[in-house]
């Protein structure tokens, strides 16, 4: 029954290291998506609408917006439309994003900074920055004075720029919010700047991963091979049924007996767990031809945890199983 339980633990091992590996590559493509804004995040789909507007009123409507988000404390991202200029504009009046840490931050206004931006680090911009040359893709009323750290998900996106002061955009404004108030305040001061809104989706975190099909796949096998092992272990217990029909004729109780097998199968079963994700940490490594970082050994540890937590009542359930069919034989003869 030892090697049963570590090769059948080895084979969960590998099923929960690559559910846990699915789900913290969708957690990742949500950051992405949501370009790591905290909390639930709200995409409003932006456009120039056909209502008129005068041109002194669309300035008026940025700074009304960037001080709604100051007095709610809630982070703005806005996406440029396919055809618009490759940057990011951000509004973080609290410091909530971690990517995005200028000199000046947005929240402390400066009407002199307003009109700064800073390229991304690796972008085409940001070499032809370096060399003292001025950044063909950033328009002339922008002025590069430094460079971040691109944001997960940020593509051929050259630079970011605060709010500032200019009109208000057209694109897709991610905040974090759902707040059907706030959400309602948002889209009146996007409509007073001459903007429409198109669409809103709203995509919780858990909804991401629920209807991720890898998560649900590796969920499904998980799941599948977790009851294989409890039917595997209950067979496995049958073999011993002359020693429980011994011992129960000699006074031991079902729960006794639980109590004797379970927890000396629980070493073996977590041997093998370890090996199982130690395996699959080494197949993604040679995947991804790289050597595991601090992240990887987070998600081996949350796996070999996960896995345990789940494979211990499993295995528990098979004793109990195990044991009372072969226990009632043995008060039955």
Known sequence: ???????????LGVLSAFATWATYWSF???RETTYELPGTVTTLSLGRGPQEVEPVARP????????????????LVVVPAVDGPPRLVVADPAGALPWY???????????GRARRGYAFQGSYSQRQWRRGSSPTLVPDEIEIVGTISPPEGAGDLQYVRPLGEYPLPSGQYLVN???????????????RAGLADFSTERVPLWEHLRDDPLVGTTGALLGAGLSAAVLFWTLGLRDRAGEFV?????????????????????????LGLA???AITGVL???VGLRPPDRADWLVMAVAATGGLLLAAPAWLLATVLGTRVRSEVGRAG
Not at 1 to 11: D, N, P, T, Y
Not at 60 to 75: D, G, K, M, Q
């Open 246 to 270: 011994i011992r129960v004729r000699h006074g031991a109780t079902r729960a006794r007996l639980v109590r004797q097998v379970w927890p000396r199968g629980l070493p073996f079963q977590l």
């Open 101 to 111: 840490a200028p000199p000046n931050p947005t929240g402390k206004h400066e009407p």
């Open 28 to 30: 990742e493509d949500y």
């Open 284 to 286: 993604v490594s040679l």
């Open 177 to 191: 919010t759902d707040d059907p108030g706030e959400l309602a305040e948002l889209r009146d001061i996007a409509h």
């Open 275 to 277: 090996l199982g994700v």
């Open 60 to 75: 008026e409507a940025t700074v009304e917006l960037r001080e709604f988000l100051a007095e709610r404390s809630l982070v």
């Open 1 to 11: 029954m030892r090697v049963k339980l570590v090769v059948s633990g080895l084979l």
